[in-house]
Every structure is written in C-alpha cells, then in structure tokens.
C-alpha cells in the first residue's frame, strides 16, 4: 500500500519531543478535522522559523537577525560576558531580570564521545570576543561532569588574557532544607561560603 | 556471559539523550566489559538512578537483545573527584575504552586498572607516567603487546646506545643511521621504559607510541579527546 499524506504527516509530527505514535495521531486528525486553519498557520510558521531564524554573529544564541537583540542593545553592559550552554539558559536568566551583561551560547558542552570539541563549541570566536573590551567572562555552566570540563577549557583559554574568569556560585535552593539538599550540592555549598 | 539480573560492579563511560526522559548509558563492567543500557526516566529530577561518571557502581538490568534496560543503579563507594587536567585525562580514557573494547568482551584485570588509574587522577600530584601504563597494559589486552627491550627483526636484547624506530604491530626495529631520524628512539630509554622507570624522555616517546598503535587500532579515526589537550 502507498503510504498516504497523511501518514506522512503523523510520522513528520514525531520529530516533536514528546510526541509518540498516539499523540502524534491526535494532533493530525485535530487539524484535519477541526481546524485547518490552524493547520495552515502552523505550517507556514515553521517553514519561516526554519529558514529565518540562524545564529547570532556575536553570542551565536538563536536569532533572526544577523545580531541579536540583547547583542545589539546599546544599554546592556558589553564588558560582562555569560557563557551558557543553549538557548534556554539565555531565557532562564533573562527572566530572571538579575543580569545586563551579554552571552555566549556555546550550543552544547564538552562531550568528546559525541564528537563535540573545542571547535563545535566556537572556543576560538569566544576568545577572539574576549579580545576587545570584555572586563568578566561569568560561566553559567551545569555542575555536570561536561560542564566542570568546559568551564576548566575556558578558563584555560583566557588565562593568558586580561578578563577576569568567574563561575556562577551553587548552593542550597531558596526555601530549600538542608536535609533535602543531596550531599554533593552540599558540599559545593560549604566550599563556595562567604563572609557575612 | 554472566546472567544480566545479577549486580555488575561497572562505571559509566558516557551518557546520552534518549527518548524524553530517559538516557542511554555506555557502562564499563567487570563482568561483562564494555555494554549500553537505558535508564528510563533517568532524566526527570526523581531519577532513582545514580549515573556520575567516575563513581563505582552497581548495575542490574534486563533484556534479551543487545541494549539492556537498567533495573537497578545504585552507588558502589565513593566517587572519585576529577578536576581541571585530570579531569581531560579522565574523559581520554573513557573515550579510549568506549572506542577500542568490543561489547560483552570482559577485561577484569583492566577494570581494576581503571579503577586504580582513577584513584590517581584524583590527586595533584598525579604523574603522567600512570597514564601511560595504562594505555600499554590496555594495548596488551587487546593483543597489541609491546617488548621494550628486544629487536622486532632479530629477536635481540636492545642495546642502549643504538638508536630503534617502531614499527606498529611489529615492534622496535635496529636503524643503522639513527642520529638523523626524526622518529628514531635511544635503546637506553627504552631498556628504561621496559624497567618500569619513565622519566620526561621516555613519557614522550611513550606517548608517541601509544598514539600511533591506537591510531591503527582505531583505523585512523582521531581520538576527540586529544583535541582538549591542544
Ligand atoms: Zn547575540
């Protein structure tokens, strides 16, 4: 049998995360029953968003325009540089209106089994960026294994140069108790104290 | 093959993405070697699972096929703190057994090795000459073993004042004009080497070594890892 447009679409759908064989089934005969429109829109939506949207020149985050917004506001302090991991790091900060620096996206971590290197993370483009004018290089990092090797590759990477390399502190989580934070954190927590 | 219900004293070579919330899991066994495995819903914030790498665990799961589905992940001791260089040198070596083991292909004696080898890297002071032991005593394993102290061609004793080149599976063959090649190595430092003492001379051609065997082990395909020391 010649599979139809419409499997086709159902299999297309699992792209999704999330979506398995179910839900995807679902989400097609919704558009096709009750909202074509919708559908319609939905398609020409991720047609834009897939050609348009590419990476920032500067902070390589997803972006539409060649420089992205945070990159290209003038009232944004462009001596201090976050290092995050993806996109969603940048949003988690942003929203929590504690940070007027810039980013760099690194789109990943260190992980030389799959292949990501030094290269892959755009190592080279953060240290020319650490070139000019940038006065604090603040890592954002997971507290991953991947994530204390990149950080430690970064700072490896800017000794040599003027900029000033600090990492976010980690600790016991507001309203958190003790006893509920596992030992690791803990112990990070003790290491990383400061004076009162 | 051992029964895959019973507890695997194992390590974690790597981790990845799998599915939604669960993450497929390339563990280093003592009974079994080299074997992926799924922890599933490994990724949610109550994962019952423990999957550090550089931490000794317990490992049991299930399955007929090849990819196993972990029943049981929990800690075995304390998890060894790798950072800053030795934490790279612990990320070469994972890449390394993920790379060179074959699945289900036990090494026992490695496995103590490499939990020996990570006790090591925990500590400062660590010395690179542990790290090339290793990757000899690993090459041997796979039955790329090398004599330090005979001519691959001869089966003579090396002899400290002349100079040898080496030759991948083969072994240290006798140069004649030694002085005005790039690759040609000192009997001395490998009379040395075969004594177990490795100074700064011997660490390099060491590592020279190891790299060229690896790199035909590998068919030419670059270990990732060594990018991270550039
Ligand atoms: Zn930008």
């Not at chain 1, 049998?1 to 005969?29: H, N, W, Y």
């Amino acid at each position: 049998m010649q599979e139809s447009i419409i499997d086709e679409l159902k299999e297309a759908f699992r792209v999704l995360p999330g979506v398995g064989q179910k839900t995807a089934q679902r989400m097609v005969l919704h558009l096709l029953e009750r909202d074509r429109r919708g559908g319609m829109h939905l398609g020409q939506k991720i047609l834009e968003a897939m050609e348009r949207v590419g990476q920032c020149r500067m902070c390589r985050n997803l972006s539409e325009s060649d420089i992205c917004a945070i990159c290209d506001n003038a009232q944004r302090d462009h001596s201090q540089l976050c290092v995050v991991e993806s996109p969603v790091d940048v949003i988690a900060i942003e929203q929590s209106a504690s940070y007027r620096g810039c980013y760099f996206v690194l789109m990943g971590n260190l992980s030389p089994i799959d292949g990501i290197g030094p290269e892959e993370l755009g190592m080279k483009s953060l240290a020319d960026r650490c070139e000019s004018n940038i006065g604090e290089v603040i890592l954002a990092l997971g507290a991953s294994v991947e994530g204390e090797a990149t950080a430690h590759y970064i700072s490896e990477l800017l000794k040599s140069m003027s900029v000033k390399v600090t990492r976010i502190a980690r600790g016991i989580p507001i309203g958190g108790e003790l006893e509920y934070v596992d030992g690791n954190t803990l112990a990070l927590a003790l290491s990383g104290r400061k004076p009162l | 093959m051992s029964r895959f219900n019973d507890f695997h004293s194992a390590y974690v070579l790597h981790t990845r993405k799998y599915r939604d919330t669960s993450l497929l899991v390339e563990l280093f066994s003592k009974e079994d070697g080299r074997y992926s495995l799924v922890a599933r819903g490994a990724r949610g914030n109550k994962s019952k699972f423990n999957l550090q790498l550089f931490s000794p665990l317990m490992v049991s799961s299930f399955g007929k096929g090849e990819l196993k589905t972990a029943s049981v992940i929990e800690s075995n001791g304390l998890g060894y703190h790798l950072s800053g260089k030795n934490l790279f040198i612990g990320l070469y070596v994972n890449e390394l057994l993920f790379r060179v083991l074959g699945k289900f292909d036990p090494f026992e004696n490695l496995f103590d090795r490499y939990d020996e080898l990570l006790g090591m890297l925990q500590l400062d002071s660590f010395d690179t000459s542990a790290l090339r032991l290793f990757e000899i005593s690993l090459l041997a394993d796979l039955g790329y073993g090398i004599s330090f102290d005979i001519e691959s061609s001869t089966g003579d004793a090396i002899v400290p004042d002349k100079f040898y080149c080496y030759v991948v599976e083969d072994g240290f063959r006798h140069l004649v004009s030694g002085n005005d090649n790039s690759k040609a190595i000192e009997g001395r430092h490998l009379l040395a080497i075969s004594q177990g003492m490795i100074d700064l001379d011997g660490d390099r051609i060491l590592r020279n070594i190891v790299r060229k065997s690896i790199d035909q082990l590998l068919g030419g395909k670059a270990l990732n890892s060594r990018k991270l020391f550039a």
